[in-house]
């Protein structure tokens, strides 16, 4: 499965292999990472969601689903044949079930990350429309701005198999789909094709998300202080709560993004458990080696705390170190949050599992998205992090990191070199700014025949190249002096 974004603020055209279960987006300030990072997140969860909920629902075209395909079909049985390929129809007939269904869902959560105005993410620099495609070998789902309402929805669908319905006196009223020998997708019937063919399209997206991941989580690059800013402040709205019909005037409270919103809910509703996995075993080797301490959850009030190792001390996260205070919510996530999932038992699998543990392997995987994890952490923090990181894909967690760390690239390149990790589940985007927006310039690789680093070298290059001018401007000096 590709997501990619065309025209989407800043960004010209950008294509994430979400099958990969390590993805690094570099460039300068400015170029779109988060941009791409909150898009990821954002389609994944909301769509999630709504085949969770059972949301996806076409009833109310199936009449005219059963019409247009039952006439297509009594078409091509009259010359003798007894299938139609209707993988041209279906793509109308799916914005008229679900362009509006998705955008009742996807439309408030990026007006609530992106602005009100959605018509602000058009390109900045060619003001072309914007437009995020979800493809998998089957299907490709287009998502835009309905231009005429101004809300966000399904704008295509298109099959990329042939899509067929087919007459089989064998098949019953209930009939069957799936795909042939030839690779086709074949619905077939002897009575009624729009069930079944709703129910192969919702099932086969539903298995394709539940394969990349079975739950989504984000950690903003503001993830310590929005944190701060629930604990300190929820006594005072909950006291203003109380107090509401006493107020003279009205409060406007400032709104959440849809991201920074579900990053303080789920801290808020952190379930204390004892579950041992990998994902725990990361999160010691957090505290033991680099914040050097303990980090735990108070459930009652809930606040997150810290004890410096070898003290009986315990401090609340806003009176400790900032790199203490940054890596916090990760290490709580680890313990508590991603090992809740009702699947963290298969965070490993041994090679003599049963069928049906590699398939449910297969379907519990997690996709954590990190927003600049190297942020208040020293370079030495950073490389541990990397480590650590590197660790988590192991365990059938994806993680996205956007990041400006060299030492957390190159920590990754001498484990790529180390055969540590392997080089083909690992994405590397470097965005850099071109006149019409910003691309992925592809010109940041982790072989272990090929480590590129185009986004920092020059930089280093820079500082050498200015510390030598210096040099030979100091000695010139100093003869001058001399001579004189």
């Known amino acids: 499965m590709t997501i990619t974004l065309k025209n989407f603020g800043p960004i010209k055209e950008l294509t994430m292999d979400l099958t990969k279960n390590l993805h690094l987006l570099y460039g300068e300030s400015s170029v779109g990472k988060s941009y791409a990072a909150y898009c990821v997140y ?13 949301s996806f629902q076409m009833l109310a075209i199936d009449d005219i689903v059963e019409s247009l395909f039952t006439q297509l079909l009594g078409m091509e049985r009259e010359q003798g044949k007894e299938e139609v390929d209707i993988s041209g129809n279906i793509a109308g007939l799916l914005y008229l079930g679900l362009g509006d269904i998705i955008g009742d869902r996807l439309h408030p959560v990026f007006r609530s990350t992106f602005g009100s105005s959605l018509e602000q993410l058009d390109n900045q620099f060619t003001g072309k429309h914007f437009s995020l495609t979800l493809a998998t070998t089957v299907f490709q789902a287009e998502f835009a701005l309905d231009n005429k309402r101004k809300i966000f929805i399904l704008s295509n669908f298109t099959m990329l198999v042939p899509l067929i319905a087919k007459y089989d006196s064998q098949a019953g009223n209930g009939g069957t789909c799936g795909f042939d020998e030839q690779g086709r997708c074949v619905a077939k019937s002897q009575k009624s094709f729009a069930s079944i063919l709703r129910t192969f399209t919702v099932g086969y997206v539903h298995a394709t998300l539940q394969h990349i991941c079975s739950q989504i989580y984000f950690l903003p690059a503001s993830h310590l202080g929005l944190y701060q800013m629930h604990t300190s402040f929820s006594p005072i709205i909950a006291e203003l709560a109380g107090q509401r019909f006493g107020l003279q005037s009205k409060l406007q409270l400032p709104s959440l ?13 952190i379930q204390i458990h004892e579950v041992t996995s990998p994902l725990t075993d990361l999160a010691e080797r957090i505290e033991r080696e680099v914040v050097k301490g303990s980090v735990q959850f108070e459930a009652q009030t809930k606040r997150i705390i810290f004890q410096p190792k070898d003290t009986k001390i315990w401090q609340e996260i ?25 699947t963290a038992h298969y965070r490993t699998l041994s090679e003599s599992a049963l069928f049906q543990e590699k398939m449910r392997f297969a379907e519990s995987a997690i996709m954590l998205i990190f927003e600049e994890p190297e942020a208040h952490l020293h370079p030495t923090a950073q490389v541990k992090l990397m480590e650590i990181l590197a660790e988590l894909t192991k365990y059938n967690v994806r993680v996205m990191l956007t990041s400006h760390s060299n030492y957390m690239f190159n920590k990754l390149g001498n484990m790529v070199l180390g055969g540590e990790i392997d080089e083909t589940t690992i994405q590397t985007h470097h965005l850099v700014m071109t006149d019409e927006g910003s ?38 000096e100093v003869m001058h002096e001399f001579e004189n």
């Open 42 to 54: 954002l389609l994944l969860h909301e769509l999630r969601k709504l085949l969770w909920e059972g």
């Open 257 to 269: 993004t849809a991201l920074d919103s579900d990053y303080i809910q789920q801290l808020a509703q």
């Open 318 to 342: 806003s009176h400790v170190s900032s790199m203490v205070a940054a890596l916090a919510p990760f290490v709580l996530f680890l313990k508590y949050i991603l090992t809740s999932h009702e």
């Open 439 to 476: 691309i992925d310039a592809g010109d940041m690789k982790l072989t272990k025949d090929e480590i590129t680093d185009e986004n920092f070298a020059e930089v280093s290059e820079q500082l050498y190249d200015e510390r030598v001018r210096l040099y030979d401007k100091l000695n010139a």
